[in-house]
């Protein structure tokens, strides 16, 4: 099967703070990007997607930033809480296929 | 609305044995996905079905299979099972067709083969 990587980076911040999860994607003609959060026991919960026609979204308390230059996806959580405690998996979709790659994963912990 | 709903939820099995999942996608959502995920390889594509059709399939190989009804819910199929088979199973709905709107993911059938 296809998959990106072996290894979970963690993130660990304090609550209150600004949160970064980055990602780099593989395929530039990958048109539409979407970023999951995953909890303990659960499936993956959309979050926020875009669309390759733009660099910024913004959604409640997150924001996300798309640079096709360099294939990098970025999430920024504001004002970060415990329960945003969770892995955040970012996922491309190429214009060919339809089907969506998912990234690595990123853990991000919070300390209260 | 209600989630996708995914059964059963936890399942053991003996290698060599066959198992069946199911998935019921969220109401008027007719395209449904299949993904497995382990701690190693992450979430990785199974197959999308759409309108009783697979519209893709990932690298996996042929024991795997699937099916969706006319109702869209949809069933995943593993023949003579391995040990590397125990995995995550989660299968996701998206409104429409072939487009950029986000899948909606189930809980998963946790299938453990032993």
């Known amino acids: 099967g296809e998959s990106v990587g072996l290894h979970l980076p963690t993130l660990s911040v304090q609550e209150g703070d600004n949160s970064i999860i980055n990602c780099a994607y593989s395929?530039?003609?990958?048109?539409?990007f979407i970023w999951y959060k995953q909890e303990s026991g659960k499936g993956p919960q959309f979050i926020i997607d875009i669309r390759s026609n733009m660099d910024k979204r913004q959604g409640q308390r997150v924001t996300v930033l798309l640079n096709k230059t360099v294939k990098h996806l970025s999430l920024q959580i504001a004002a970060t809480q415990p329960g945003d405690s969770a892995v955040y998996f970012c996922?491309?979709?190429?214009?060919?296929?339809?089907?969506?790659?998912f990234g690595q994963g990123t853990e991000l912990s919070v300390k209260p | 609305k209600a989630g996708v709903t995914q059964t059963p939820r936890y399942l053991i099995k003996t290698r060599g044995q066959q198992v069946t999942l199911s998935c019921s996608p969220i109401?008027?959502?007719?395209?449904v996905s299949w993904y497995q995920q382990t701690p190693g390889q992450g979430l990785q594509f199974l197959f999308e079905y759409f309108s009783e059709t697979q519209r893709n399939k990932g690298n996996f190989p042929g024991r795997f299979s699937g099916r969706q009804f006319s109702n869209s819910r949809s069933e995943m199929n593993v023949s003579t099972l391995e040990l590397g088979d125990s995995a995550l199973y989660l299968c996701?709905?998206?409104?429409?067709?072939?487009?950029?709107?986000?899948?909606?993911f189930g809980n998963g059938t946790r299938l453990t083969v032993t």
């Open positions: 395929n530039s003609a990958s048109d539409y």
């Open positions: 996922a491309e979709r190429n214009n060919q296929g339809g089907k969506l790659i």
């Open positions: 109401s008027g959502h007719r395209s």
């Open positions: 996701a709905s998206r409104e429409g067709g072939y487009a950029s709107s986000p899948l909606h």
